[in-house]
């Protein structure tokens, strides 16, 4: 099983592009998740969804949309990019709200 | 009452001694409370998790100690080795989680 995967790793965007994180789950899970890591900060929830068709914002959704189309994929999208998005986004899943299964994360660089 | 609050920042620890990482949260709903350990380059992995109807839950060196009246749980690692050298964060929530803002731990051979 390949889990969470999260493509691509590495980005580097400049201020006003758009771009869109891609993530997929091969666990069936009902639960996924966008967090952002930055130094210090711990993580913060941007977008979560609690199956396909249902999304819901978390604490900073400002400058981002999702969609859930399938159970197996929740790409989160960046319009009109600024440094302050510069950061490392985690996607993640779970069975149900709980034992989340995170993926090796996207460095994305806005300059 | 959405915070968790995670302490100390970072911590060194001598080979063969106890880790001892605290947080502390807000919101009486919470009812899941797990340890995360992150790695450089990856993504953070569940460690070990407890809910509140216990006070102590014990994986390996691993132990999580969960005082319910205080709105406090922290993570125990003992006999501390060099491979634990890691970040690692709190979290606590119901439907989706809230994260300690992590603590770097440094374990010297």
């Known amino acids: 099983n390949a889990g969470v995967t999260q493509t691509p790793k590495f980005r580097i965007l400049k201020i006003g592009q758009s771009m869109t994180l891609q993530c997929t789950q091969d666990?069936?899970?009902?639960?996924m998740y966008w967090y952002r890591q930055d130094p210090g900060m711990g993580l913060k929830l941007i977008y979560y969804?609690?199956?396909?068709?249902?999304?819901d914002k978390g604490e900073v959704p400002n400058g981002y949309n999702v969609s859930r189309s399938t159970t197996e994929d929740f790409p989160l999208r960046l319009e009109l990019a600024a440094p302050s998005q510069t950061s490392v986004y985690f996607c993640?899943?779970?069975?149900?709200?709980?034992?989340?299964?995170f993926g090796s994360g996207t460095r994305l660089t806005v300059v | 009452q959405q915070q968790v609050k995670q302490s100390p920042q970072s911590l060194i620890v001598q080979k063969g001694g106890i880790s001892i990482i605290n947080c502390a949260y807000e919101n009486t709903a919470f009812d899941y409370f797990p340890w995360y350990q992150q790695f450089p380059g990856k993504g953070p992995a569940l460690l070990i998790a407890?809910?509140?109807?216990?006070s102590e839950k014990k994986e390996g060196r691993f132990t999580i100690s969960f005082n319910k009246s205080a709105k406090q749980f922290s993570l125990h690692i003992m006999d501390s080795q060099p491979g634990d050298s890691a970040t690692y964060f709190c979290?606590?929530?119901?439907?989706?989680?809230?994260f300690g803002q992590g603590t770097r731990l440094t374990i010297n051979p």
């Open positions: 407890i809910r509140p109807d216990v």
């Open positions: 969804s609690v199956g396909a068709g249902i999304t």
């Open positions: 979290a606590a929530g119901a439907q989706k989680l809230v």
């Open positions: 993640a899943s779970s069975p149900l709200s709980y034992g989340y299964t």
């Open positions: 666990m069936n899970h009902n639960y």
